[in-house]
C-alpha cells in the first residue's frame, strides 16, 4: 500500500516493480483516457451545456496529462529516488481521477434519460475493468479509482429506482476490489520469492566459486566403463601421483590401492562398487585409502551423468579428505567407551556388556556374573598423598586387575574407585568366588608409586545372573548391595548377594524416611547415663545418649538408625539437636555436673561446627567447662590434620575433651601429644577381659591409667555393670565409672532426682 515497511522483501525494490508494471502501459492508459472522454461529449453533448462539460474535460484532461507525465519520468531516470511517498502520491493521484469521473455521474445521471445512463455504465464498467487491471500491482491507485467511481454508480442506479441494479453494481465493484487486491498480494509474494531465489542463486554462485577457488575438496567423474577422465588436478595431489597417471584407470582400481592385487577390499569398498555398477547416486561414502603407506578416510558423493538421449555416460561427484574427522570420531567413540585414566572400559561399555550376557543367558539357559570392586582405604591415599599419586595408583591397580581377570571376564571401572567384572558365562559359581578372592589378593599386595610404599585392600560383591536379576540394572544393584555388606564387614572380604540383602536394603531405606520424618516431628529424645567419681561415689556427670522411639514401630535401638544417619547425611542435623538439649538440660543440674555429647566426624569436618557449639552455649548459658565433647579415633582417620585443628579451637573455648573407645580402633599415641584431652574412656571389651582375668586386658588398662596420669588426663572406665568389675576399676586407678551398675540411660526428669541423693548407689 505504501503505508508501512514491508517485511519480505526490500522495500526499494518493491516499490520499483509496482510503479514499473504500471507505467510499462501509460501510453496505453492515455489513449483510453482519451477514449473516454470523447466517448463521454458523444453521450452527453447533444443535450448537456457545452460550458460545464468543457470545464469537466479540462479537468479530465490535466488529471490525464500529469500521472503519464510522472510515469514518463520514472522510467527515464530509471525510478531514482522512489519511497513510500512515491506510491502515495500515485494513489493520491488516481483518487483524484476516480473522483473526477464520479463527479460527472453525479452530476448528469440522474437527469439523464436511459439511453445516456446506459451508456455513461458501459464507459463507467470499462473504467473499473481497466483500472482494476492498469494498477493491478498498485492497491492504493485501485481503492482510489474504484470506490469513488463505484459509489457513484451506485447512486446512480439507486436514483433511478432500480435498487437491483444498485445492488449487482455494488458487487460488481466489490469483486473488482477483491481482485484487485488478491493480485496486489500475489504481486507482493511472488516478487518476495523471485527476491529470495535470486539471493540463494547468488549464494550458491559464491560459495561454488569460493569451493573451486580454495580447493579444499576435489572433483572426481568417470565414464561408463566406470574409468576416471577429466582428472582434477586437486584427486592428483591428494594421492600423490600426475594426473597423466590416473587418466583412464578404473576409480576402483585407484581407491584400493595396494590391496587391488590381493583383492582384500574394505567393506565401504565393495559397497561403493556395487552402487557405481547399478548406477545409482550415493552420498557422504566414507572408505579407507592407503596414500603413502600411511591410511586416509575420504568421503564421496556422486550421481549418475546422461546426455541428452537419456544415455549413460559415467559418474560426477565431489570428495573429500575426513581422515582428521574420522581420528576426532574414534576418539570421541573411545571415551565414550573407556576410561580415560586406566584405558579400562567403563560404567557404559560394562552395562552394556551385561545387557547382552543377560541376553544370551536367557536364550542358551545359562548363568552370568557380575561381580563390583571397592578399594579399602583409597581415600586415605588421595587425602595424604594428594590426587596425582591416587591417580597414577588406579592405573596401577587397573594394570593387576587386568591381569587377574584374563580372558575370565571383561574387567572396567565404574568410577572413582570401584571397579567391575562381567563374567559373560560361567559354569560353577565356585570359579566366581576364586575370581573374586585372587582379585582381593593380587590388589592388596603393596605398590610402589613414585617412591612411596601404599598399602590398600579391596572389597567385592557378586551376583548371579539370572538368580540375581534378569536386567543389567537389577544384577547391577545387587551386587552393589552384596560390596556394601563387604564394607559393612570390615572390607577385604567377598559376599554373594543374598536376598535379605534387598530387604536389609529396604529396611535401611524405610528407617532413613522414618529418620527424616522423625527429625522433623520431634520424635527424637535424649537419656541421660550418669558418670560416677570412684573415690568420692558422687555424679560427676551425664553423657547424653540420642533415643528415638517411632510412633508405629516403637523403639528403635541407636544400633540401627546412627548408621543409617551417618550414611543419609542426617547426623550433622542430629548432632546439633542433641548439643542444643543436653545443653539446655544441664542448666537445670549443680553448677559442678557437666554433660558429655558425642560428636561425630561429619560434624568435626563441618566449618561451622565450632560456630554451632558457641550457639548452643550462649543460647543455653552454660559455661563452656560443663561441656565435654566425645571423639573416637576414627575422626583423625577421615579427616587428618583438620579434626585435631577444630579440636584445639574447642580447647580454646574451655570446651573439655574425651577420647571415647580408646583402645579399639588405630590406638596412635599421637593423637594424645597433639591434642589436649581431658579424658580418656576405657572400652567395656577391656573392662569384661580385666574381670575374667584376662592379662592383657589388664595390662591394657594399667597403661591407659599411667600413661592419661604422666600427660593429666583422668581415665572413664565405660560399661561397668557389676561389684567386681567397680573394685577391679578402682584398683587399677579408674578416675570414673560409666555403666549399668550406677544406673542405665534414662530421662531428664529421673537424672534431676539422682542430685537429691549425694551418692549414688548401685542400681539393682
Known amino acids: 500500500m505504501g503505508i508501512g515497511t514491508p517485511k519480505t522483501v526490500d522495500a526499494d525494490r518493491l516499490y520499483r516493480a509496482q510503479l514499473w508494471s504500471a507505467d510499462k502501459q501509460f501510453l496505453l492508459r492515455g489513449c483510453f483516457s482519451l477514449l473516454a472522454i470523447l466517448f463521454v461529449w458523444a453521450v452527453f453533448y447533444p443535450t448537456r451545456a457545452a460550458l460545464p462539460l468543457a470545464l469537466w474535460t479540462g479537468a479530465a484532461l490535466v488529471m490525464t496529462y500529469i500521472p503519464l507525465r510522472a510515469s514518463r519520468a520514472r522510467i527515464k531516470t530509471d525510478y531514482v529516488g522512489l519511497s513510500a511517498g512515491s506510491i502515495r502520491w500515485n494513489g493520491f493521484g488516481a483518487a483524484l481521477q476516480g473522483t473526477l469521473w464520479a463527479l460527472l455521474l453525479v452530476l448528469y445521471g440522474p437527469t439523464a434519460p436511459a439511453a445516456q445512463i446506459m451508456g455513461i455504465w458501459t464507459l463507467t464498467s470499462c473504467l473499473l475493468v481497466g483500472a482494476a487491471v492498469a494498477f493491478s500491482s498498485l492497491p492504493l491507485a485501485t481503492l482510489g479509482l474504484l470506490l469513488p467511481i463505484g459509489s457513484a454508480s451506485v447512486l446512480l442506479f439507486s436514483s433511478a429506482n432500480s435498487n437491483l441494479l444498485a445492488s449487482l453494481v455494488g458487487g460488481y465493484v466489490m469483486v473488482l476490489i477483491i481482485a484487485s487486491l488478491k493480485h496486489a498480494r500475489d504481486f507482493g509474494s511472488q516478487l518476495s520469492a523471485t527476491t529470495e531465489l535470486a539471493e540463494k542463486s547468488a549464494v550458491v554462485s559464491l560459495l561454488l566459486r569460493e569451493y573451486e577457488e580454495s580447493a579444499a575438496d576435489w572433483l572426481w567423474q568417470t565414464d561408463a566403463a566406470r574409468r576416471i577422465n577429466g582428472v582434477s588436478p586437486r584427486l592428483a595431489e591428494m594421492l600423490g601421483v600426475a594426473t597423466d597417471a590416473l587418466e583412464g584407470k578404473p576409480i576402483v582400481q585407484i581407491l584400493a590401492g595396494s590391496s587391488w592385487d590381493s583383492g582384500t577390499f574394505a567393506p565401504a569398498l565393495h559397497d561403493l562398487a556395487e552402487r557405481l555398477k547399478r548406477r545409482e547416486s550415493f552420498t557422504n561414502i566414507v572408505i579407507p585409502v592407503e596414500i603413502g603407506g600411511r591410511l586416509r578416510w575420504w568421503e564421496l558423493s556422486a550421481s549418475p551423468r546422461v546426455d541428452e538421449k537419456g544415455v549413460f555416460q559415467g559418474f560426477r561427484g565431489v570428495g573429500s579428505d575426513v581422515t582428521a574427522q574420522r581420528e576426532s570420531a574414534d576418539k570421541i567413540a573411545q571415551l565414550a567407551r573407556f576410561d580415560p585414566l586406566t584405558n579400562l572400559p567403563n560404567r557404559l561399555q560394562l552395562a552394556e556388556a551385561l545387557g547382552q550376557a543377560i541376553e544370551s543367558v536367557e536364550k542358551w539357559h545359562t548363568r552370568c556374573a557380575f561381580l563390583m570392586v571397592d578399594l579399602d582405604r583409597f581415600k586415605a591415599v588421595n587425602d595424604t598423598l594428594g590426587h596425582q599419586i591416587g591417580d597414577a595408583l588406579l592405573e596401577q591397580v587397573a594394570t593387576r586387575l587386568r591381569d587377574v581377570c584374563g580372558d575370565a571376564g571383561m574387567c572396567g571401572r565404574i568410577g572413582g574407585d570401584e571397579f567391575a567384572v562381567v563374567i559373560r558365562e560361567i559354569g560353577d559359581t565356585l570359579h566366581v568366588e576364586q575370581l573374586a578372592v585372587a582379585i582381593i589378593n593380587h590388589l592388596s599386595q603393596p605398590y610402589e608409586v613414585e617412591n612411596n610404599l601404599l598399602y590398600i585392600g579391596a572389597s567385592v560383591g557378586s551376583a548371579i545372573g539370572p538368580k540375581d536379576g534378569r536386567t543389567a540394572e537389577t544384577l547391577i544393584r545387587s551386587a552393589d548391595l552384596a560390596l556394601y555388606r563387604s564394607k559393612e564387614e570390615g572390607g577385604g572380604k567377598h559376599f554373594r548377594y543374598e536376598p535379605q540383602l534387598h530387604v536389609h536394603a529396604e529396611e535401611r531405606r524405610t528407617l532413613e524416611i522414618a529418620l527424616r520424618q522423625a527429625l522433623e516431628r520431634d520424635q527424637l529424645h535424649l537419656a541421660y547415663q550418669p558418670v560416677v567419681n570412684t573415690r568420692t561415689g558422687a555424679i560427676d556427670g551425664f553423657e547424653a545418649l540420642v533415643r528415638w522411639t517411632h510412633p508405629e514401630m516403637g523403639p528403635i535401638s541407636p544400633a540401627?538408625?546412627?548408621?543409617?544417619?551417618?550414611?543419609?547425611?542426617?547426623?550433622?542435623?542430629?548432632?546439633?539437636?542433641?548439643?542444643?538439649?543436653?545443653?539446655?538440660?544441664?542448666?537445670?543440674?549443680?553448677?559442678?555436673?557437666?554433660?558429655?555429647?558425642?560428636?561425630?566426624?561429619?560434624?568435626?569436618?563441618?566449618?561451622?561446627?565450632?560456630?554451632?557449639?558457641?550457639?548452643?552455649?550462649?543460647?543455653?548459658?552454660?559455661?563452656?567447662?560443663?561441656?565435654?565433647?566425645?571423639?573416637?579415633?576414627?575422626?583423625?582417620?577421615?579427616?587428618?590434620?583438620?579434626?585435631?585443628?577444630?579440636?584445639?579451637?574447642?580447647?580454646?573455648?574451655?570446651?573439655?575433651?574425651?577420647?571415647?573407645?580408646?583402645?579399639?580402633g588405630y590406638s596412635s599415641l599421637g593423637y594424645l601429644s597433639r591434642t589436649k584431652f581431658s579424658t580418656i574412656k576405657i572400652d567395656r571389651s577391656f573392662v569384661v577381659g580385666a574381670a575374667r582375668d584376662n592379662p592383657?586386658?589388664?595390662?591394657?588398662?594399667?597403661?591407659?591409667?599411667?600413661?592419661?596420669?604422666?600427660?593429666?588426663?583422668?581415665?572413664?572406665?565405660?560399661?561397668?555393670?557389676?561389684?567386681?568389675?567397680?573394685?577391679?576399676?578402682?584398683?587399677?586407678?579408674?578416675?570414673?565409672?560409666?555403666?549399668?551398675?550406677?544406673?542405665?540411660?534414662?530421662?531428664?526428669?529421673?537424672?534431676?532426682?539422682?542430685?537429691?541423693?549425694?551418692?549414688?548407689?548401685?542400681?539393682?
Not at 538439649?581 to 537445670?588: I, K, N, Q, V
Not at 592419661?708 to 578416675?735: D, F, K, P
Not at 549399668?740 to 549425694?758: K, T, V
Request: charged share 20%; net charge negative.
Open 560 to 664: 540401627r538408625f546412627v548408621p543409617v544417619a551417618e550414611d543419609a547425611r542426617l547426623i550433622g542435623p542430629i548432632g546439633e539437636w542433641v548439643l542444643r538439649t543436653a545443653c539446655e538440660e544441664a542448666m537445670r543440674w549443680p553448677r559442678d555436673v557437666r554433660v558429655a555429647v558425642n560428636v561425630s566426624a561429619e560434624q568435626l569436618g563441618n566449618p561451622s561446627f565450632v560456630a554451632t557449639v558457641v550457639s548452643a552455649l550462649a543460647q543455653s548459658g552454660l559455661p563452656a567447662h560443663r561441656l565435654e565433647l566425645e571423639v573416637t579415633e576414627s575422626v583423625f582417620m577421615r579427616e587428618g590434620n583438620g579434626a585435631a585443628q577444630v579440636l584445639e579451637q574447642l580447647i580454646g573455648l574451655g570446651i573439655r575433651l574425651s577420647l571415647d573407645d580408646f583402645g579399639t
Open 696 to 764: 592383657e586386658s589388664l595390662a591394657i588398662i594399667r597403661a591407659v591409667v599411667a600413661l592419661a596420669e604422666s600427660l593429666g588426663m583422668t581415665t572413664t572406665a565405660e560399661g561397668v555393670e557389676t561389684e567386681v568389675e567397680v573394685e577391679l576399676v578402682n584398683r587399677l586407678g579408674c578416675n570414673k565409672i560409666q555403666g549399668f551398675y550406677y544406673g542405665r540411660p534414662m530421662p531428664a526428669e529421673e537424672a534431676r532426682i539422682l542430685f537429691g541423693r549425694g551418692k549414688v548407689s548401685a542400681v539393682a
